[in-house]
C-alpha cells in the first residue's frame, strides 16, 4: 500500500522463431521491463536481431526527419498485433530512404527561404538608418576623384567636438540619424589630399565607419521598394512550397501510416537489447514483472505462443535491489496525487510511497485553508464543467471541493458568510488566535 509493488525477476526460454511474438505479448502487457544484464554468455553467445536494430533505428530516424517536415500523425494501432519479419521492416526503411530524399529538397528549400527572410530583414533595418537621407546610397561609399565621403557612427557626445576638430581640416560632418547613444554622420572634404589626418581624428573620437550593403545602393525609397518586392517573392516561394509539401504528404499518406504501424509493432523486438540471448533454435530473454502479473503473463503467453516455453520466476536478491524498476498503480482516484508526486521523484524498490499519504495531507489541509460550503460547491462544479480538459485531474478538483464544503460546515462558513450556518466546531473570525495556533 505504502511502497511499490513487489516485483520478479522473469526467465522465459522460447524457440527463437517465437521471439518475436514473445516480445509483442509482453509489451502488450505493459508491465514487462527488460533486463539487460549479461547472463549465460557461454551457452547462448548471440544476441538476436543485431540487424533488425540497425535497420529499425535507420528508419525510425528517416521517419522522424520525415514528420519534421511534414504534417503527419500517425494514427493508434487497433486490433491483433503480429510480429514484423525482418524483410518487411528492410522494405520499409528502403521506402523511408526514397520519401527522405523528397523532404530533404523540402527541408533545403526551407533553409534558403528563411536564410532569404533574414537576409531582408538584416537589409530593412540597415536601411532604416538610411531613411532621412534622400541621394544614392551607393554615392556615399568609396572616394570619389575630387571628393572624399565617410559614412559611420560616433557616440553622441563627441559630435559636436569632433565637428569642430574635422573643420580645422577642412572636413564638414552632418549628422544623419540619432539613436540611443550614437549618431549616424557623414563626413564629406576634398579629394586626393595628402598629409590629412582624418583617421587619427577619427579613432580618438571613437568613430566606426559603417558599410552600405551593395543591395542598398540606391535612393532610400527605391531600395526599400526592392526589399518589398524581395519579400513578396519570399512569401509568394513559402506559400508555393507548403502546397507542395501538402500534396506530398497527401498522396503518401498511407505509406506513411504504414510505416509508423510497421515501426510501431517493431518497436517491442528492438526494446528486448541485450535481454534476450540466443543459441541456435533456443532463446531466453530476462526481465522484471510485479508479481500480481505473473499468471496473467503466464497464461497470456500460453494462449498466444504456437509453441511450447519454460517461464520461471523468482523474488529479488538483496543485491539486486538497486536494479529492479519501481511499479506504481493507483486507482482514478489517487492518480493525480501521484503525478505531482512523481514531480519530486520517482520511490525505488523498496522504498515508501508516499501519495496516499500525501492525499490526505493535501486534501486535508486545502479543506482546513479554504473551509466553505459555497466555495467548495464552486470548486467542484467547476471541475465537472472542465473534466474533458482537467482528464485525469478532475477527482483532484472534487476532493479538493468536498474537503472544502466539510470544514465549511465546521466552521459555519457559506460563501464568507458566517452567521447563516450553525458551525459544527468552530467560526474562525470569533477566535482567530485559536486558529492560528
Not at 24 to 41: C, T
Not at 56 to 64: G, L, S, V
Not at 258 to 264: D, E, T, V, W, Y
Request: charged share 20%; with cysteine.
Amino acid at each position: 500500500m505504502f511502497s511499490p509493488l513487489p516485483m520478479k525477476h522473469l526467465s522465459l526460454q522460447v524457440l527463437t522463431e517465437d521471439l518475436p511474438s514473445a516480445s509483442m505479448i509482453l509489451a502488450g502487457l505493459n508491465s514487462f521491463s527488460p533486463d539487460n544484464r549479461p547472463y549465460a554468455e557461454q551457452a547462448l553467445p548471440d544476441v538476436p536481431g543485431q540487424h533488425f536494430r540497425e535497420c529499425y533505428a535507420q528508419a525510425k530516424a528517416r521517419m522522424d526527419k520525415i514528420a519534421s517536415q511534414v504534417e503527419f500523425t500517425p494514427t493508434l494501432h487497433s486490433g491483433e498485433a503480429t510480429p514484423i519479419t525482418e524483410q518487411e521492416l528492410e522494405q520499409v526503411n528502403q521506402w523511408l530512404g526514397k520519401a527522405w530524399e523528397s523532404c530533404s529538397d523540402f527541408e533545403e528549400t526551407r533553409r534558403r527561404q528563411l536564410e532569404e527572410r533574414r537576409s531582408i530583414d538584416q537589409l530593412e533595418t540597415t536601411l532604416a538608418n538610411f531613411h532621412n537621407l534622400h541621394i544614392d546610397l551607393g554615392q556615399l561609399q568609396g572616394d570619389k576623384q575630387f571628393l572624399e565621403t565617410t559614412i559611420g557612427m560616433v557616440p553622441r557626445n563627441q559630435v559636436s567636438q569632433l565637428k569642430d576638430a574635422l573643420g580645422l581640416d577642412n572636413y564638414l560632418l552632418f549628422p544623419f540619424h540619432d539613436s540611443e547613444n550614437e549618431s549616424h554622420v557623414i563626413i564629406v572634404g576634398i579629394g586626393g589630399r595628402e598629409g590629412s589626418k582624418l583617421k587619427s581624428v577619427l579613432d580618438t573620437a571613437g568613430f566606426r565607419p559603417l558599410d552600405i550593403p551593395p543591395e542598398l545602393h540606391a535612393h532610400p525609397e527605391a531600395a526599400k521598394s526592392r526589399l518589398i518586392q524581395r519579400m513578396a517573392a519570399v512569401e509568394e516561394a513559402e506559400k508555393t512550397l507548403e502546397q507542395t509539401i501538402s500534396a506530398w504528404s497527401e498522396s503518401s499518406g498511407q505509406e506513411l501510416q504504414k510505416a509508423a504501424r510497421i515501426l510501431h509493432l517493431a518497436a517491442p523486438y528492438v526494446a528486448l537489447g541485450e535481454a534476450a540471448r540466443h543459441c541456435g533454435n533456443l532463446s531466453r530473454l530476462q526481465g522484471w514483472v510485479p508479481a500480481e502479473d505473473i499468471t496473467l503473463v503466464e497464461n497470456t503467453l500460453r494462449e498466444k505462443l504456437p509453441n511450447t516455453f519454460v517461464l520461471e520466476s523468482r523474488d529479488p536478491k538483496p543485491e539486486e535491489r538497486g536494479l529492479v524498476p519501481s511499479v506504481m498503480r493507483h486507482n482514478r482516484l489517487f492518480r493525480p496525487f501521484s503525478s505531482l508526486v512523481m514531480q519530486y521523484g520517482v520511490p525505488r524498490y523498496g522504498e515508501v510511497n508516499p501519495t496516499q499519504l500525501f492525499a490526505l495531507t493535501y486534501t486535508l489541509m486545502f479543506g482546513m485553508m479554504f473551509g466553505d460550503v459555497g466555495h467548495g460547491a464552486v470548486i467542484i462544479a467547476v471541475s465537472l464543467l472542465m473534466r474533458h480538459k482537467l482528464g485525469s485531474f478532475t477527482p483532484f478538483g472534487v476532493v479538493a471541493g468536498l474537503s472544502s464544503i466539510l470544514f465549511g460546515f465546521l466552521y459555519g462558513s457559506i460563501f464568507g458568510y458566517e452567521h447563516i450556518l450553525h458551525a459544527l466546531w468552530i467560526a474562525p473570525l470569533t477566535d482567530p488566535l485559536y486558529m492560528l495556533t
